[in-house]
């Protein structure tokens, strides 16, 4: 991992093994399938649920400031502890939490290279169902970090002016609008196409086999030398609900070090039922 330009945010599933029980590493899960973590999770992991408690579901947003204090605070969490995020999908709603932490300026937050499906795939790794009873902690979380999230007057200025890189990691399907969302998950927009001017790099060609992500070399054939995303421009990653996204904000901002990256978290659920909003196929 030393090639990435930020490999310090990025740890091996050895490395959270021999640091089971420390008391300044605070273990947090986030699954796709919110019923994956009941079923066997690291030893000391607390479970947050993506869809009740890190979105408010009446406005269709992030959890406010005040939420995020709450909820990580009760899950035993001090602004001094390293937070290790992991989950299900290769780590895609473990990097939309890490996007949270970093959003609402915790120092050290981390992903567990390879997520879940590479914890479960390793016979040296335990499993428990016993859910943690961390004891509450005051948490007081800065106010949301902007330059981290794309909003929709952004996002169509990038679109008209072409001056930042736009990167629908979504795939080909529904890129080319022949499916508004993947297989059995809910259609939550009216149309289907992607932003005028996006590039299409779906999330998942940053990762091995194995659920890792690919070495610095790979990373960088892929996204600047095959599909031409300019370093020297900034940048601004969508899907469908804004967690595939946070995978690929990962990769570029982390991983291949772009100074300026952002997270389209409305993505095309927001995108593509805007009236008038100008759309490709």
């Not at 902007?146 to 795939?171: F, H, I, M, Y």
């Not at 939550?188 to 998942?204: C, L, M, V």
């Not at 960088?220 to 601004?236: F, H, N």
């Not at 570029?252 to 978290?265: I, R, S, W």
Request: contains cysteine; charged residues 20%.
């Amino acid at each position: 991992m030393a090639n990435y330009a930020h490999p310090e945010v990025l740890v091996e599933t050895d490395w959270v093994k021999n640091n089971l029980g420390n008391p300044g590493i605070k273990l947090v899960e986030i699954d796709v399938d919110t019923k994956a973590y009941d079923a066997g999770h690291v030893p000391g992991a607390v479970g947050f649920n993506w869809q009740t408690q890190l979105q408010d579901p009446v406005r269709r947003d992030i959890l406010t400031q005040d939420a995020f204090d709450k909820l990580v605070g009760g899950a035993g969490i001090s602004p001094a502890d390293t937070v290790v995020i992991y989950g299900d999908n290769n780590n895609w709603f473990a990097a939309y939490g890490f996007w949270l932490f970093k959003l609402y300026g915790h120092k050290d937050a981390r992903l567990m290279n390879g997520g879940r499906v590479k914890w479960l795939n390793e016979a040296d790794k335990p499993l428990t169902t016993e859910r943690p009873n961390p004891t509450p902690v005051a948490y007081k979380a800065a106010a949301p970090n902007n330059a981290l999230r794309a909003l929709v007057p952004e996002v169509l200025e990038a679109s008209r002016t072409g001056k930042c890189n736009l990167v629908d990691v979504r795939s080909p399907d529904e890129f080319t609008g022949r499916v508004i969302a993947p297989s059995g998950m809910s259609e939550t927009a009216q149309r289907g196409g992607h932003i005028p001017g996006a590039k299409s790099i779906p999330w998942n060609t940053a990762v091995q086999p194995s659920g890792a992500f690919k070495t610095a070399d790979e990373l960088r054939a892929i996204y600047l030398e095959q599909k031409g995303v300019d370093p020297k421009k900034p940048a601004i990653a969508y899907c469908r609900i804004g967690e595939r996204s946070s995978h690929t904000w990962f990769v570029l901002k982390y991983l291949l070090g772009f100074d300026q990256v952002k997270n389209y978290d409305g993505s095309w659920t927001e995108y593509g039922n805007l009236i008038g909003a100008p759309i490709e196929k």
